[in-house]
C-alpha cells in the first residue's frame, strides 16, 4: 500500500513537471512583431516617429507597406495619397483625422481606410504611444504628398 501511494505520488508530481514545463507563455507577452525601424525626417513629422519597410513597392504588386511607431504626442503632418491607403493598427491608442472631420481614436486593431487625394493624418493620442501597418496600393498613381504639420491646437481638438 504505501508502495502504491509513492507511485501515485510520483505520477502527479511528474505531471505537474511536464505542464509546468509546457508552461512557458506565461510571463513573455510580445507587444511587436516588427523592430522600431528608423527615425523618421522631421519635415514630414512632429515628434519621435519611427518607420520600418516591409513591402517594397515593386512594378508587380505596385503596393508599399510598413509599421510605423509614434511615440505619445507624436503625429505625421498632414498629407494625402493619390491612392489612398489602409491603416492596421498593431499596437497602443493613437488618433486619425479626416480633414473637416472630427479626430477619430484609433486602437489595436483597428482597420482605416483613408480614400484617394482625402487631406489627413495619423499619429499616437497624448498619453499613449500607438504604432500601425501602412499599405499603399496602386503606387502607380503615387504614393503620398505631404503638406503642413499639424498644430498643436489641431492636435489637442479632440473632445
Ligand atoms: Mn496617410
Not at 504626442?73 to 498632414?78: A, C, L, P, T, V
Request: with cysteine; proline share 4%.
Amino acid at each position: 500500500m504505501r508502495y502504491l501511494n509513492i507511485k501515485i505520488i510520483a505520477s502527479v508530481m511528474l505531471v505537474a513537471m511536464f505542464l509546468t514545463s509546457c508552461d512557458n507563455t506565461t510571463n513573455t507577452e510580445v507587444e511587436h512583431v516588427f523592430e522600431k525601424g528608423q527615425l523618421a525626417p522631421d519635415d514630414f513629422f512632429t515628434g519621435n516617429v519611427y518607420v520600418t519597410g516591409l513591402i517594397d513597392n515593386d512594378s508587380i504588386f505596385t503596393t508599399a507597406g510598413g509599421e510605423v511607431y509614434f511615440e505619445a504626442g507624436s503625429r505625421s503632418n498632414w498629407h494625402s495619397h493619390p491612392a489612398g491607403q489602409i491603416l492596421i493598427v498593431t499596437a497602443g491608442v493613437g488618433y486619425h483625422q479626416i480633414k473637416g472631420e472630427p479626430i477619430e481614436v484609433i486602437h489595436k486593431g483597428d482597420v482605416v481606410k483613408c480614400p484617394p487625394d482625402v487631406d489627413h493624418w495619423h499619429g499616437a493620442s497624448k498619453d499613449a504611444s500607438m504604432s500601425h501597418i501602412y499599405i499603399v496600393p496602386n503606387t502607380e498613381k503615387g504614393i503620398v504628398e505631404w503638406k503642413e504639420p499639424v498644430t498643436d491646437e489641431q492636435y489637442t481638438g479632440i473632445n
